[in-house]
């Protein structure tokens, strides 16, 4: 019996989640489950369909890219999500999709805009999207560099240049706080404590993204939410005094 088989039927169900969110059709997009004890996570097999996945079929792979279980070939973006595991510190869990919204942000280049509590309920701060990878990352290690790239956005955008909505340098941000992402030509990514709350995020960024999207066809000129407002909604869920929900 598999040593692995509690982590990869967490990794199984959140993957199952995808179809269900209505997060990518076909095989668009992927979740992982890491055990930082063992230093292992589970992922979906490359190009395998959601409605023909076994949770046999998840690959177990160590942070080195080694296969440590399984039979079919794991995601493409295995060398994407390590890097996360590696730079990100408290993350249990990574999805990545290309649902319809949020891919749309990101192939305009454009970070998500704060304009209401919705957004402010589950972050402080815009979606930010990196900067478009270079030639020689793509031809180097595309997937392992699309980490990286993640990474430096979030811990030191100096070093990539990332700007935020106003085309100012963009401040670091702690990615337990903001726990999404757009790569800019590409898509979301989202993290979160386990792999279920990682797919939870990747929801929510689809419907940020939408509402987004629908707020500036409204009204173009549309003004960003008041800080004080952010600040309210974000601590009231978040913060040491959060109050939301039926506590601890």
């Not at 997060?23 to 292992?40: C, E, M, P, Q, R």
């Amino acid at each position: 019996m598999s040593s692995y088989k509690y982590l990869k039927e967490e990794a199984f169900e959140a993957n199952m989640e995808i179809p269900m969110r209505k997060l990518a059709i076909y095989t668009w997009g992927n979740v992982s489950a890491f055990d930082k004890d063992k230093g292992v996570f589970a992922i979906k097999p490359s190009g395998v369909p959601y409605d023909t996945m076994k949770p046999d079929d998840i690959v177990v792979m160590d942070l080195d890219g080694n296969k440590v279980e399984g039979k079919l070939n794991p995601s493409s973006d295995t060398p994407t999500h390590i890097e996360l595991y590696r730079r990100f510190e408290n993350i249990g869990g990574i999805t990545h999709t290309h649902s319809p919204y949020a891919t749309s942000w990101a192939q305009a280049c454009r970070s998500i805009p704060l304009f209401g509590t919705t957004h402010a309920d589950h972050s402080a701060n815009e979606v930010p999207c990196t900067p478009m990878i270079t030639k020689e990352a793509v031809e180097t290690a595309y997937e392992k560099e699309t980490g990286i790239l993640i990474a430096k956005t979030f811990l030191d955008p100096a070093s990539v240049n990332a700007l935020d909505c106003n085309g100012k340098l963009r401040k670091a941000l702690v990615p337990a706080e903001n726990p999404m992402v757009l790569v800019a030509g590409h898509g979301p990514f989202a993290w979160g404590s386990n792999a279920t709350k990682s797919v939870y995020n990747a929801a929510v960024l689809e419907e940020v993204a939408k509402m987004a999207w629908i707020t500036l066809s409204v009204n173009p000129s549309a003004k960003t939410l008041p800080e004080y407002v952010i600040n309210k909604h974000y601590e009231r869920k978040h913060g040491k005094n959060a109050y939301y929900g039926q506590g601890k």
